[in-house]
């Protein structure tokens, strides 16, 4: 459930900036447990009735200022130290807003797809990490996933700044949670994670329009066209010239009503994508319903449901009463203990009402994983269930279109002062064609959200792709080579920073558990750039090549450190790979010398014409890193 953030006593704040009476209140992520920025003039702002005239008081002084024609007053709080607990009062002639329990530490802006959505308790089953790197003066605001054509003043949240107490902490984005953890083992700074990302996203969705012109544009030609696709397949199913329901009632039209005669409803194979079974570009709530018959044995004690994972949340029914739900669990198995007495001999009825927000909508783990397990054996729940509509809507892939996540998810927060930027994104445009041009368009999004945050130097740091996939098997394989190159060559902008994790990655999940040492690595950088710790934080980097005789001298920056050669019992390197004068792909012998350099020979009397390291999907053979432990950065160099 979405929480509609206000900062009032009694009542909700303003819907809009054309509201004619608005209620006062501050803007969206100005909430209870906040986390500002220390150290700078901090715009604070608002909404009230139209030129009513504000009072912000903060400790014992008092600010004043004047609501625009549309309602919306700002003022400049002077730069406060690190420190709180502290309240914050709004007044206006009528009305009263307050904020307390915030803090002035250092604020950081997470952003990307799933990898960063990705939450701690995703990788942490048993709650010990989070029990373990629980922390008060940590604590995270989560915007909701929203799009729109044109850039917003409001925030959707999913929920309002909380502090990182281990009940809460779990649902924090993992990477986000280690990254603060550590630094917050360095320096006694509150750290404030404003986090705004959207599993399986483009990097698209994430710039503005003046970067995309007509692209921008273009899209509504899109939405149309899937609008008529997803009218016809309505009418062809239903049987109706009616339009879709928008709202979900289906509980008022009885939907989850036991003595509905579920049967006179169409079926749909369960598990499986409703995307994928004649409903393309739907999103909304769809009510699924399987029947299945019990012997009074199996019936007779408690038993557990175990549905599989769920695209998006799930509300779970049986025999009319409900056994569980989860929101906005995508990755997450459901695993219901039924309790004794809910079953029954003979006829019982299974409901699961889905609610998708984007994307893949349904249950969609393998058949053999949908079972009641009870003590008398194991009844199958995969097959053809019952289905109705609850209500329905176009999936326009947003996470997928030019700027409208950019125009509700970042352009709200104009003005809002941050220590730097978090990044983990990629993988949705890790194809060939996407990966080259990513290059660009990373350092225009860098670029671009440096200037729209007004400040040019605004340290960003960001995580190449993992190793994934099959382990790399032929010298000319590339795949994912191409996009983590792109994502490295945006440090040639100033004030960034990369974390490699190719040897933290998993061969078959695009979500590597590992986000502790992802934390970690983000965390080097900004505790040696932005807090002036003496450490390495960059990951070795090939800087030049110099042919000598046949072989090639490849020469490195690494921040202060020294190479080694780890996972190989001679001590050789591995994962290098050379193109020969003919265009032919081989596996290179390397050695390292003196931890600073690195010497690739040919084979068979080949010139070298380009030298590639770790360059492929899933690099598990290359074994190159510094002292400190950090990989060194895959690369494709060509050889003059």
């Known amino acids: 459930m979405k929480y509609l953030i206000t900062l009032l006593i009694l009542s909700c704040n303003c819907l809009s900036n054309s509201t004619n009476a608005q209620t006062l209140s501050f803007f969206e992520t100005f909430t209870d447990h906040a986390v500002l920025q220390r150290n700078v003039d901090h715009p604070i702002w608002g909404w009230a009735e139209p030129k009513a005239k504000v009072t912000l008081t903060f400790k014992g002084e008092e600010f004043k200022t004047k609501a625009d024609e549309n309602g919306k007053w700002m003022l400049k709080l002077p730069a406060q130290p690190v420190g709180g607990p502290h309240v914050m009062i709004a007044r206006t002639k009528e009305d009263r807003a307050e904020i307390s329990d915030l803090y002035f530490g250092d604020v950081y802006l997470l952003s990307g797809q799933s990898n960063m959505e990705w939450q701690l308790r995703h990788s942490d089953l048993d709650d010990s990490r989070s029990k373990k790197i629980a922390d008060p003066m940590i604590r995270e605001i989560k915007v909701a996933r929203s799009y729109s054509d044109s850039p917003e003043d ?18 924090f984005s993992a990477v986000g949670s280690y990254f603060a953890h550590y630094l917050r083992e360095e320096v006694n700074v509150p750290i404030g994670l404003l986090h705004s990302s959207w599993g399986g996203s483009r990097i698209e969705p994430w710039m503005s329009a003046e970067l995309f012109g007509a692209e921008a544009v273009d899209r509504m030609n899109e939405r149309d066209k899937r609008q008529k696709i997803g009218l016809s397949t309505y009418a062809r199913d239903f049987k109706t010239d009616a339009s879709p329901p928008k709202q979900d009632q289906g509980e008022e039209l009885g939907y989850l009503d036991d003595n509905t005669d579920y049967t006179k409803w169409p079926t749909i194979p369960v598990p ?9 570009y739907v999103d909304g709530h769809f009510y699924l319903v399987r029947y299945f018959e019990l012997t009074p044995e199996q019936a007779a004690n408690q038993a557990t449901l175990e549905l599989g994972k769920i695209d998006d949340s799930d509300w779970t029914y049986l025999n009319g009463e409900k056994v569980g739900e989860m929101y906005a669990s995508y990755a997450d198995d459901r695993i219901y203990k039924i309790k004794k007495g809910m079953l029954k001999a003979g006829r019982n ?6 609610e998708d927000t984007g994307g893949g909508g349904g249950l969609y783990s393998e058949p053999e994983v949908l079972r009641l397990r009870t003590a008398k054996g194991e009844i199958p729940l995969a097959g053809n269930w ?8 176009v999936d326009e892939q947003p996470n997928q279109v030019a700027n409208i996540l950019y125009n509700k998810m970042i352009a709200p927060l104009k003005g809002m002062p941050l220590s730097g930027v978090l990044w983990y994104q990629g ?8 990966a080259l041009a990513y290059a660009e368009l990373f350092q225009q999004l860098i670029t671009s959200w440096r200037e729209y945050f007004d400040r040019p130097d605004l340290p960003f740091y960001w995580v190449q792709l993992a190793n994934f ?50 934390g970690r690595r983000l965390s080097l950088h900004a505790l ?16 030049s090549a110099v042919r000598e005789g046949d072989r090639v001298r490849l020469y490195l920056d690494t ?11 001679y001590g050789y390197p591995r994962g290098f790979v050379y193109r020969n004068q003919r265009g032919d792909w081989k596996w290179a012998p390397a050695a390292l010398e003196n931890g600073q350099v690195i010497v690739v020979t040919p084979r068979d009397g080949d010139r070298i014409t380009a030298v590639r390291y770790a360059f492929a999907d899933n690099p598990t053979d290359a074994n190159v890193f510094n002292k400190e432990g950090l990989p060194l950065t895959p690369f494709s160099l060509e050889i003059e």
């Open 349 to 354: 009825t299974l409901l699961v009402r889905v």
């Open 272 to 280: 499986g994508l409703w995307e994928v079974n004649g409903y393309p």
């Open 559 to 569: 921040d202060g450190s020294a190479l080694e050669v780890r996972n190989d019992r």
């Open 154 to 171: 409001h925030l959707e949240l999913d929920a309002p700044w909380r502090p990182g107490a281990a009940e809460h902490i779990r649902e």
């Open 469 to 518: 996939k099959a382990a790399q098997e032929t010298p000319d394989e590339t795949g994912w080579g191409h996009i983590r190159a792109s994502q490295t060559a945006a440090l040639e902008l100033q004030n960034t920073g990369e974390a490699v994790i190719t040897d933290i990655g998993e061969a078959d999940d695009i979500h590597p558990r590992n986000k502790w040492e992802v």
């Open 386 to 393: 019952h289905y109705q509509i609850g209500s329905w809507r």
């Open 427 to 434: 993988e949705s445009n890790s194809g060939k064609n996407d």
């Open 528 to 543: 040696k750039n932005i807090y002036g710790k003496p450490m390495v934080a960059a990951s070795p980097k090939v800087t």
